[in-house]
């Protein structure tokens, strides 16, 4: 057995990646050579690529050397004293094809070089030459296009195969000399162009790992993403980039179009043996809205809601601002209604995530079944830090209270310094709010599915205006 290599030509566009500015709001990915490398060999393991080529060659009087072929009627020895010597040999079989190793190298501005390296051996058998192993060396050279499917995917396309089979070695048995020339001269004929379908099968399998980056991603009660190529893929030294366009929908399935802001994003330069996805802006802000227009971000808290520790009383409230209480009794029970009325607005730079939520509070005076009694109103900011946690399929927030600033709204008949009330109620958003809030947003971001690459273990990084996962294969 030898060593065979496969090269495949991938042509990947005509360009190479811009100089990280990201003009659009799209989701960048920049998916490492290695990532490519790794999904090809992945196809040829333990799945049916190798195994559908074993046996092909010929079958007993059926195949290359049988009845049917080189040495049977209407082959090239089917007349002569030759054929006499070996029309009893019995089918040559691939018995053994050994895992391709895969190298490969980035051509910018034309494709992928591809090698796969691999060893196959031969069998076969008959009674002038007993048992009989044969061993190949095989250069299977091929042409690929990448273009963008009617689906908006990468796809990969099989444009031109061409192989050339290298030595023949017999390891074992005996050939006369004048029919191994034959078989050999044969052999590099037809032998080769049985490992075409390798690279046909292995692009397909490829194909499929492309094609989910098409895939939906559901946003919970939200909705859903899907991802669809804005451009054609570019290609570096070490890198294939894509530029992604997220799509937002609604459970219904129609396309929610928030704003987007034309912000371009720089985006810092990847290293050697990592891959990057880029989220925007754009996709945090469109998040927060989905959960402000379905009024997830609205909560009205009731005492049960905050523990005994966290004070929700008339008497508490007096404590603080007796002139927003007028002559209501003491001890009475509050009832705290936020409505957030405008979308949130999401922050990025400088290596921190916060998100600031208008909110309107109504402060009630709240007695068993009877109609709660507005007390005062009043218009504040919450500002929240995000933190950020990378999974598999989506980056994960969870926010946490830096400060809430709240002012009295000018209907108020007697007014008073609402700043007194600050601390209590960011007491209070920290024990009932921010619970609430953070079980609607395990929704997360969702993230491009790219040739299975994981995220998970990616290190986060948030510059401006978005924020760059990486990791190493």
Not at 168 to 192: A, D, N, R
Not at 341 to 370: F, R, W, Y
Request: aromatic share 4%; glycine share 8%.
């Amino acid at each position: 057995m030898m060593l065979g290599v496969y090269t495949l030509l991938l042509l990947w566009g005509l360009a190479t990646p811009c100089l990280g500015l990201l003009e659009t709001v799209g989701t960048l990915a920049r998916i490492d050579k290695d990532e490519l490398g790794k999904a090809i060999q992945n196809s040829l393991v333990g799945g049916p690529i190798l195994q559908n080529v074993l046996g092909t060659v010929t079958s007993v009087n059926q195949g290359l050397l049988g009845a049917g072929g080189l040495l049977g009627g209407g082959g090239l020895l089917s007349y002569g004293g030759i054929f006499s010597l070996v029309e009893e040999l019995s089918g040559l079989k691939i018995e053994e094809l050994t895992l391709p190793k895969v190298s490969l190298k980035l051509l910018p501005g034309v494709g992928v070089q591809l090698n796969l390296h691999t060893k196959v051996s031969l069998h076969g058998s008959g009674p002038l030459v007993g048992l009989l192993q044969l061993a190949a060396e095989v250069n299977v050279s091929s042409k690929v296009a990448l273009g963008m499917s009617p689906r908006g995917t990468p796809i990969l396309v099989l444009k031109r195969c061409s192989t050339l089979l290298g030595h023949i070695s017999l390891m074992s048995g005996l050939l006369p000399t004048p029919i191994f020339g034959l078989v050999e001269q044969t052999l590099c004929k037809v032998l080769p162009g049985l490992l075409c379908p390798v690279v046909d099968s292995v692009l397909s399998v490829v194909n499929e790992l492309l094609g989910a980056t098409l895939s939906l991603v559901p946003l919970g009660p939200l909705g859903s993403v899907e991802f669809t190529l804005a451009t054609l893929p570019l290609i570096s030294n070490q890198y294939i980039e894509l530029d992604i366009n997220p799509i937002v929908k609604s459970i219904a399935g129609d396309v929610i179009d928030f704003p987007k802001p034309r912000i371009p994003v720089k985006v810092p330069p990847k290293e050697d043996h990592t891959s990057q996805v880029t989220v925007p802006l754009y996709l945090f802000s469109t998040v927060f809205g989905l959960l402000q227009t379905n009024s997830a971000l609205d909560l009205d808290i009731t005492p049960e809601m905050v523990p005994r520790n966290v004070p929700l009383t008339t008497t508490d409230l007096a404590a603080l601002a007796p002139e927003a209480l007028g002559k209501l009794p003491p001890a009475q029970h509050l009832l705290l209604s936020l409505r957030v009325t405008k979308s949130p607005m999401v922050l990025l730079q400088n290596k921190k995530a916060t998100v600031s939520i208008p909110v309107t509070i109504h402060v009630l005076s709240s007695v068993p079944q009877e109609t709660p009694v507005a007390l005062f109103q009043l218009n504040g900011v919450m500002t929240l830090n995000a933190h950020l946690a990378p999974s598999s399929t989506k980056l994960h927030i969870s926010l946490s209270l830096e400060r809430l600033s709240v002012q009295l709204a000018s209907s108020f008949p007697q007014p008073f310094d609402a700043s007194r009330l600050e601390e209590w109620l960011s007491d209070v958003v920290r024990a009932a709010y921010m619970q609430r809030l953070n079980e609607h947003l395990e929704v997360g971001i969702p993230l491009p599915k790219i040739l299975n690459v994981n995220f998970a273990n990616s290190v986060v990084d948030v510059i401006e205006n978005a924020v760059v996962l990486t990791v190493a294969p």
